[in-house]
């Protein structure tokens, strides 16, 4: 049997429903990885369920992290997602909520931020008070890169208005000190458009946008910093140069 498994969910007084409930998992799926120490579930199901009940992944499938095991460069991928759609929102969440230094979202738009992370407005509340740099990196909705980009996309809900939606939940906030936002340059505007970075602390989402396709049509990689040099430091160093001739907001 999988002794890993039972004494961790007797220490949280996790039953297998409970648990199949949180992996998104039928209760005999739970019992036959409880009845035998062999069995590896699928690796969303592996993260899911250490993440129901405290404790890494390798101390509950110590074999399948074993042979999942990158070296070097693409160490720092942590995982990918054809589609960004396709990445939970708890992984936003808890990234976001993780983060003790940083939180910096150079997205064109990032308005999809306040719909798929459960109370985002009051995450970053939280984070500014406990003196995390929080910054927002916009394309300008008015700008000539905007438009262009809205005739190829041709979606209903459009480029410029995507921007809005973020500039208006950012006004809504009010006044909040250690939250800065600004308008990347119109001659960065295409290099912005084209790839979103999100970095919080040392992990970061990445969509590169591909062809007429809108953001959560995009593939995203979720990267984590393991040394100087590396996926996650060349994309954290294009954010900010575009971050270093960006204007503010009023300007």
């Known amino acids: 049997m999988n002794a890993a498994l039972r004494t961790a969910m ?24 409880l009845a035998d120490g062999a069995v590896r579930p699928h690796a969303r199901n592996r ?22 095991m990158k070296t070097g460069t693409d ?7 054809p589609y960004r759609s396709a990445c939970p929102s708890t992984v936003w969440a808890d990234l976001i ?16 931020l ?9 995450a970053l509340r939280r984070k500014v008070a406990a003196g995390v740099r929080v910054r927002f990196l916009l394309g300008d909705p008015d700008g000539e890169v905007t438009r262009q980009r809205e005739i190829v996309e041709d979606a209903t809900l459009t480029v410029s208005t995507r921007v809005r939606i973020t500039l208006g939940e950012l006004t809504r906030m009010g006044p909040t000190e250690g939250l800065e936002a ?29 062809a007429r396709l809108v953001g959560h049509d995009s593939p995203l990689l979720h990267l984590r910093r393991h040394g100087p040099n590396g996926m996650f430091d060349r994309f954290a160093e294009h954010a ?12």
């Open 75 to 81: 160490r720092e991928l942590v995982r990918s997602y």
């Open 240 to 251: 900010e140069e575009l971050w270093s001739r960006s204007t503010p907001l009023d300007e």
């Open 182 to 210: 600004r308008f990347s340059a119109p001659e960065d505007a295409v290099n912005h458009v084209g790839l979103s970075v999100f970095r919080m602390d040392s992990d970061a989402l990445v969509t590169p946008h591909l």
């Open 97 to 112: 909520a993780g983060a003790t230094d940083e939180l910096f979202f150079a997205g064109y738009t990032n308005y999809f």
């Open 47 to 68: 993260e899911d369920a250490a993440r129901a009940l405290g404790v890494d992944e390798e101390m509950l499938w110590p074999d399948a992290v074993k042979d999942r």
């Open 10 to 33: 007797d220490k949280t007084g996790v039953t297998p429903r409970q648990l199949a409930y949180r992996v998104g998992v039928s209760s005999k799926q739970v019992d036959r990885w």
């Open 114 to 122: 306040w719909t798929q992370v459960p109370a985002f407005a009051e």
